[in-house]
């Protein structure tokens, strides 16, 4: 009875909102309704959807078009038998002449439905859907108002790109024709880009085949690149917002990307050898930073086609390291960063005596943070798969020079509280001393005061991803020179991270990023001292568990995806690869499984053997402690 009132009220009903909850509600008692296999008790309801689109009442039909979206499986194992009234309805609605939300609705309904069949079914039965279907979607931009349509045609693109197959050519036509109108509203033109960029991805030897829609599509690519705002304090920003995705030039950046990781360098690099020199040489700024972030985009995808001609590239690029804009600077160090990723270690061994020099130099970089900030994080990604006979000639003038921006940078901390530089800059020494090694050791002293004044002292809640990366640094200095060099100041670093951990007496909150940086530092801190860190166990452990414990907000991330720089360290997202330093160092889940392994490995041996020693039974430690160590690190 109730569900009989149910379908009544949603025919009778007038009002647009309460018809959609309506049709909602029936949705979701539908889907409550099915067995196992699909099957529903109910099929007052299928008569239902089936009469209201042979009615001549629009909002009717448009109720039984949003059920079948909702609940695509509804026929259940009936499906089959169904099939010829189903293609009856969605067809009759997708060619509705004069109701265009019927068609609309019947698009999403239409793309819900074929999605949950195998290609070759979908291709079978549905083929001749497909002209009305685009005719729809191109109605449904032009008019700009309900995008539904169009984001289940994504989602079909991705699921059953063969099956676009034959429409392809009218749908590329029309979809690098939106691309380059700029009449059409941002988030249109980006959501047909997401569209051929979807195809692109889940088909790409088709088109491979459609060679010819290569070069407009990335020409409209790095058209959109170009669109940048002139932010006048830009580059003197101290607080790096998050990027934001709704942007022209960081979506198409994206989409760049994808395109050169889905199709490979042979089809894509052709066309960016074409286009982006002209970007270079422009007077214009936002041509030649969006001509360098593409190099920097389609690195990762273009590898092969790229690492031929690394020379050449490298060279095309340098100049703008000493760029008159600030914002071209910047693109020059993410191009340099990128490929000192991709291309590791040749870039290294091959271009370091050209692309060391201006990097450093532009060390120096005051007025501008953020370039400064990112010139750092370039250094970052270089040392990072540097061989270390590359690093040892350059060590001498590269630890003066950061010597001297961490005591400057430390300096302006204290009077002005801006840190944006001192936290990449820390970061890039760890990367450094991680590198060299026990060759770091004549250097040390150099660092070590400045250091532990910043670890003892970032006590604000603010600075406290400025003080992990500090622990993180000083720890990864000890392991780099080792025990004898590092044990003078080892207790009262440990000291300091003993406070640290217990945040004064106060467990640790859930989104403080020094979590982390913690259990890796007591790790190294464990390797560097060996059987002495045994006496530590008993107060480094507790807390260190209840850290542990802590549970962040973790998610894997696609590159063009927002990070929360607070809670994982600065993120500079140039393709699927990053820029990245600010968090590089403890980043990688295999660290962290080693470090909690040392730890555990140590807290092992450590807590037996001071079972029944001091005048204290710490058998309880065993029993309670490794058990929870296991469960909370995983080992």
Not at 297 to 315: F, P, R, Y
Request: hydrophobic share 40%; charged share 25%.
């Amino acid at each position: 009875m109730f569900k009989l009132k149910l379908l009544e009220l949603l025919k009778r009903e007038t009002d647009e909102s309460a018809r959609k909850k309506l049709s909602d509600t029936v949705s979701e008692v539908a889907r409550n309704l099915q067995d196992g296999e699909g099957n529903m008790n109910w099929d007052e309801l299928l008569k239902f959807m089936f009469n209201c689109c042979n009615s001549g009442t629009a909002q009717h039909k448009e109720s039984a078009l949003s059920i079948l979206n909702s609940v695509p499986d509804i026929f259940g194992s009936a499906q089959q038998n169904y099939m010829g009234l189903i293609k009856e309805m969605l067809f009759a609605s997708l060619n509705d002449p004069d109701n265009p939300n019927v068609r609309f609705a019947a698009i999403r309904a239409t793309c819900a439905f074929l999605t949950g069949l195998e290609e070759d079914e979908a291709k079978r039965y549905f083929t001749d859907f497909l002209k009305p279907m685009l005719k729809g979607v191109e109605d449904c931009v032009v008019a700009e108002d309900d995008d539904g349509p169009l984001k289940s045609f994504v989602e079909l693109a991705e699921k059953l790109p063969k099956f676009l197959r034959p429409g392809l050519d009218q749908l590329m036509e029309f979809a690098l024709r939106v691309i380059a109108n700029t009449n059409f509203a941002d988030s249109w033109r980006q959501l047909v880009l997401e569209l051929v960029i979807t195809i692109c991805e889940a088909a790409p030897a088709m088109i491979r085949k459609k060679d010819k829609y290569i070069a407009p599509m990335v020409v409209q690519m790095l058209q959109m690149m170009t669109d940048l705002e002139e932010e006048e304090n830009w580059a003197m920003e101290d607080e790096v917002e998050d990027v934001d995705s709704d942007e022209n030039c960081v979506a198409a950046e994206a989409a760049l990307d994808r395109l050169a990781c889905a199709l490979g360098g042979k089809m894509v690099m052709p066309h960016i050898i074409q286009a982006v020199p002209p970007m270079l040489q422009s007077e214009e700024w936002k041509h030649r930073y969006a001509g360098l972030m593409a190099i920097s985009a389609s690195a990762e995808g273009c590898k092969k086609a790229m690492e031929a001609n690394l020379h050449g590239i490298v060279m095309a690029c340098l100049p703008y390291i000493a760029d008159d804009h600030p914002r071209v600077r910047f693109a020059c160090c993410n191009a340099l960063g990128q490929m000192a990723t991709d291309f590791s270690p040749l870039f290294q061994k091959k271009m370091h005596d050209k692309v060391l020099p201006g990097l450093i130099h532009l060390l120096d970089d005051d007025a501008h943070p953020r370039v400064q900030s990112h010139t750092a994080a370039a250094l970052v990604n270089f040392f990072e798969e540097c061989p270390q006979n590359v690093l040892l000639p350059y060590l001498p003038n590269l630890c003066q020079k950061m010597q001297a921006t961490l005591e400057k940078k430390t300096m302006e901390l204290v009077q002005t509280h801006r840190k944006l530089v001192l936290e990449q800059i820390i970061t890039t020494i760890a990367t450094i001393a991680d590198t060299a090694e026990n060759h770091f050791t004549p250097f040390y002293q150099n660092f070590m005061p400045n250091l532990k004044y910043i670890m003892e002292n970032a006590n604000d809640k603010e600075l406290r991803l400025l003080r992990g990366k500090t622990i993180e640094c000083i720890s990864l200095i000890g392991l780099a020179v080792g025990k004898e060099v590092f044990l003078s100041d080892a207790e009262q670093i440990m000291n300091m991270l003993l406070k640290a951990q217990t945040d004064d007496g106060e467990q640790l909150e859930a989104d403080d990023p020094q979590v982390s940086y913690m259990i890796s530092a007591w790790a190294r801190m464990c390797k560097i001292i060996g059987p002495q860190f045994t006496a530590y166990l008993p107060v480094v452990m507790p807390p260190l568990l209840r850290a542990a414990q802590i549970k962040p907000e973790v998610a894997l991330v696609d590159s063009d995806d927002q990070v929360d720089e607070d809670e994982l360290g600065v993120h500079l997202p140039v393709g699927s690869a990053e820029v990245r330093g600010e968090d590089g160092r403890t980043g990688g889940q295999e660290h962290r499984v080693s470090d909690v392994g040392v730890l555990r490995a140590r807290a092992e041996g450590g807590f037996r053997g001071l079972h029944g020693t001091g005048g204290e039974d710490h058998g309880a430690a065993v029993e309670v402690l490794l058990p929870r160590f296991d469960q909370v690190c995983g080992c």
